[in-house]
């Protein structure tokens, strides 16, 4: 929980602007509900007295019904109850109405339970207060930001082992990437670069990567090269009869390995040539295999695009379902929300779509449960991303067959 000592701002949003801002949204609902079309009239303007159809005047709409605001580390939340009939929606349009109303940095709306909404409001930016987020130090567990209830945003692989990542240019996905790869270039763990755009986004961080591909071509070698790890780590398991690397004695567990792939549209898009078009399948066939057998055998994919949309063919919409974390920065097209929030949750596309231009490093972040949060990243720089990764070169494991596939393609 919060602590008073060194957390000044904390301090101050529980003793005066919690109560302040409580006040006001208790005394202000009925207002701002009647004029968000979020009161129901309690009955219709129109009545049946045997055959004939009466109107008369509506009655007053009815505000729902809100329990008392709840302060967070980071602002209050509302929750409220639903009129029989009612949907989330117009309440995901009255959020801005709501912010400007309860005089808050934003409101989000999600919805607990069937029946209920829930308001959050937050006070003030998180991204100001960053020194509010810590978690445990965990193997291949990333603290990479602030969600927007204060609490620690962490990428767990352990929990949620495969990650889609989308965002438009500047909307921050680079810099999420370099946190993350600051944040693993200090643990145990083998990184790989897949980066088609000639490396230079993951060639950065070379001095820690146990292997960089910069073309395709490279790519198909080396995700090929994963796929032979993945079976003989599957033969070690049998071994030992054992269901995965984590049960292994530890003598003989092999080291994870976090493969980072950015601009996933470059490995999937058909140059148009036969050549090109076998590229495509293989990555495609290759990333899917890894995708469905790593989480066991202790090989993550964390796979970042700018536009990945089904336009890309029918092997992204499979891969989709194998990744089960997700983010969505600013996006500039429909399809690549829909991509990556749809099967997951239909309200969080809308939300993410709303997120602006000026706000950098926002996200929506998403699990396999459905359950969505506002996600801001810590901001990294990737030079600062790259000095660690230098600091942390000495850890960075030797994967023999993987470095023998990628110097096999380059000679
Ligand atoms: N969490 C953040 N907080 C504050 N600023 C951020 C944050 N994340 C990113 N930015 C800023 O936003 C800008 C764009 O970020 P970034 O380079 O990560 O975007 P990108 O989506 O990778 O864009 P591109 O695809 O063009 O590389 C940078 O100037 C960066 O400083």
Redesign the pocket.
């Known amino acids: 929980g919060p602590s008073l000592a060194g957390r000044f701002p904390v301090a101050v949003w529980y003793l005066t602007g919690y109560p302040v801002t409580a006040l006001r949204v208790v005394w202000t609902w009925r207002k701002a509900a009647t004029l968000n079309d979020l009161a129901v009239a309690p009955r219709p303007a129109r009545g049946l007295i045997g055959e004939l159809i009466v109107k008369g005047e509506a009655l007053r709409p009815v505000a729902p019904r809100i329990s008392w605001p709840r302060p967070t580390r980071t602002g209050l939340t509302v929750t409220v109850r639903l009129h029989p009939g009612q949907t989330p929606e117009p309440y995901l349009a009255a959020a801005e109405a709501l912010m400007h109303a309860w005089r808050v940095h934003a409101v989000r709306v999600s919805s607990p339970e069937r029946g209920l909404v829930r308001l959050a409001a937050t006070a003030g930016d998180p991204?100001k207060q960053p020194h509010l987020a810590t978690a445990p130090k965990a193997l291949l567990s990333a603290l990479v930001?602030i969600l927007e209830d204060g609490s620690a945003w962490v990428l767990n692989l352990r929990q949620v082992p495969h990650w889609l990542i989308v965002?438009?240019?500047?909307?921050?996905?680079?810099?999420?990437?370099?946190?993350l790869v600051t944040q693993l270039a200090r643990q145990k763990v083998a990184l790989i670069g897949i980066d088609c755009k000639g490396g230079i986004?993951l060639g950065l961080f070379d001095g820690r990567l146990s292997a960089l591909t910069t073309c395709r071509k490279e790519a198909v070698a080396v995700l090929g090269a994963l796929v032979g790890e993945l079976h003989d780590r599957m033969e070690t398991c049998r071994t030992y009869a054992v269901r995965s690397v984590w049960d292994l004695p530890d003598d003989v567990r092999p080291v994870p390995i976090v493969v980072l792939v950015d601009e996933l549209a470059e490995l999937y898009l058909s140059d148009g040539t036969r050549a090109g078009k076998a590229e495509a399948e293989a990555c495609s066939t290759y990333l899917l295999r890894i995708a469905q057998l790593g989480a066991a055998l202790g090989l993550h994919l964390v796979v970042?695009g700018?536009r990945v949309g089904s336009d890309l063919g029918p092997g992204v919409t499979a891969l989709r379902a194998q990744l089960s974390g997700r983010v969505c920065?600013?996006v500039n097209d429909g399809g690549t929300a829909e991509m990556a929030l749809g099967d997951l949750n239909k309200d969080a596309i809308t939300v993410a779509q709303a997120i602006t231009t000026d706000e950098?490093?926002?996200a929506v972040c998403a699990g396999a449960d459905g359950a969505w949060a506002w996600a801001?990243?810590?901001?990294?720089?990737?030079l600062e991303a790259r000095k660690t990764a230098m600091a942390h070169a000495h850890l960075t494991p030797e994967l023999r067959p993987v470095r023998k596939a990628l110097a096999e393609v380059e000679s």
Do not use: I
């Open positions: 991204l930001g965002g438009a240019t500047q909307s921050g996905k680079s810099t999420l990437l370099a946190r986004e970042a700018q920065h600013r950098k490093g926002v801001r990243s810590h901001h990294t720089s990737v």
